[in-house]
């Protein structure tokens, strides 16, 4: 990577979301190294990892990235997470978000009669519409024995091909309903950052949208699901902007002295909530913003790094964002700031449903004011990570566990299995010296030296 050391220039203005784009450099992005954070609904994870890790593997190696999948999911006792993490070149980063997005399946219900799908034979419509739509059919049949709920799954590259098998599967039922329903699992934070956008969605799809109520901490579900419901295109167009308001997240670790904190004015300008956390000589950077917002966080991630000359990174954005854009532009830090007030005057009893990113709260421009902020900073590591073992005489499971996702949001998952190797829990990892890190084979001095840092942190 070139001009490590060179003086910060002010960022050119941020891009919207349809501008063109700009010249082109020749340079490269180099060995930096970036974490994405995106949100992608759990029960699609293992559609997207594929039998053996088969199609994550094959994502992994075309896009040149890592991707990991919360491993609290494979537990039934455990709240399900549908955080998805990637690390890699920044340029990469997009690469796998965009393969992931183009993986994941589009589900659409409706009711018929039971007795016209026995009629015609339940096989016979499986093989048929798998052979000629490329989409698979499922049969619910309703507890009156008369109709059945009948859910037909396609591709995000293969909407035309779902939209003409419902057309036809309603015409074999002899069917005239136009009505159609979709299902998102999704979080928190996301229902979070849709609610006051609802009505608006509404009025520009036609969509009908049932949303969560998130306003009682106590009285949150345990599922975050949003019905949406209408015909097929807007039901289609209705998901598609909701899922443009996913929260994401970009975070890189560099050296402090690499970086000018007047990066934060232009983070504000563009809707992008920016923090920045000091450890030592290392600094934590994070942007978060809407993924609709997605050039900006990749472009201002370029200009905090002070790296004017690099290929600009284009993210492939669905066009029909563009009027969830318009509907929502400079409404993500305000929503951080009011779920940060909301949290902060409700007792937090269901604090383990919401991630961290939505509720961070952005950090002051000038250089002062992130210096008296940097110990607060560290404070979120010390609050979520506290071992739950120190006073266990073996190998706690558990422990290890919140050790992975330690590790995780400091950008070094790929050492977990090192220390689980090792049987290495959170309880442990706390006494570490830099020589033990190197014993269990952590050789790299980068690595080294934020994992001591982390620990220093733990030990406060």
């Known amino acids: 990577m070139t001009n490590h050391h060179s003086r910060f220039h002010r960022c050119p203005a941020m891009f919207s979301v349809n501008s063109p784009p700009p ?26 990892i594929g039998r053996s890790g088969k199609n994550i593997n094959r994502t992994m190696k075309e896009t040149g990235t890592r991707i990991h999948f919360p491993d609290r999911n494979r537990i039934a006792s455990e709240l399900k997470s549908n955080s998805v993490v990637i690390r890699g070149q920044p340029a990469n980063l997009e690469n796998a978000r965009q393969r992931i997005r183009a993986d994941i399946p589009v589900e659409v219900i409706f009711d018929c009669s039971f007795e016209r799908i026995n009629a015609i034979g339940q096989s016979s419509l499986l093989q048929y519409f798998s052979t000629t739509f490329d989409v698979l059919l499922r049969f619910f049949p309703k507890i009156d024995g008369v109709n059945c709920q009948v859910n037909i799954r396609g591709h995000q590259n293969g909407i035309k091909e779902l939209k003409d098998s419902v057309i036809y599967f309603r015409q074999l039922m002899h069917s005239n309903l136009d009505t159609v329903v979709m299902k998102i699992e999704t979080s928190f934070d996301h229902v979070w950052l849709i609610r006051d956008h609802i009505d608006k969605i509404v009025a520009a799809t036609g969509a009908g949208i049932r949303c969560p109520d ?20 807007q039901v289609h167009l209705a998901s598609s902007m909701l899922h443009g308001l996913l929260p994401m997240q970009l975070m890189v670790q560099v050296p402090s002295d690499r970086v000018s904190h007047s990066f934060l004015v232009e983070a504000k300008d563009v809707d992008v909530l920016a923090r920045l956390e000091r450890s030592m000589d290392t600094l934590t950077i994070r942007l978060t913003s809407y993924e609709w917002n997605a050039r900006n966080l990749f472009d201002l991630l370029r200009c905090c790094l002070d790296q004017p000359n690099i290929q600009t990174i284009m993210p492939n954005l669905p066009s029909n964002w563009l009027g969830i854009a318009d509907i929502t532009r400079n409404t993500f830090i305000s929503s951080s700031q ?24 952005p950090q002051s421009s000038s250089l002062s004011d992130q210096t008296s902020s940097t110990r607060s900073c560290s404070s979120p590591l010390t609050d979520i990570y506290k071992p739950t073992s120190l006073a266990a005489s073996r190998f706690d499971h558990d422990s290890s566990r919140h050790l992975s996702q330690l590790l995780e949001t400091v950008g070094l998952f790929h050492y977990s299995d090192l220390f689980k190797q090792n049987e290495v829990d959170l309880a442990m990892f706390t006494t570490l010296k830099d020589e033990d890190l190197i014993c269990i084979g952590i050789v790299s001095f980068g690595a080294r030296k934020i994992l001591l840092n982390v620990i220093q942190e733990l030990r406060r």
Request: net charge neutral.
């Open 214 to 233: 998130v306003s009682v901490l106590k009285e949150l579900p345990k599922k975050y699901c949003v019905w949406i419901r209408g015909s097929f295109d």
């Open 23 to 48: 010249a082109l450099s020749q340079h490269s992005l180099g060995p930096l190294l970036a974490t994405l954070s995106i949100e992608v609904s759990y029960p699609f994870h293992s559609h997207l």
């Open 338 to 361: 009011k779920l940060s007030n909301f949290l902060s005057s409700n007792e937090s009893g269901s604090a383990q449903q919401f991630s961290a990113m939505v509720i961070d709260i």
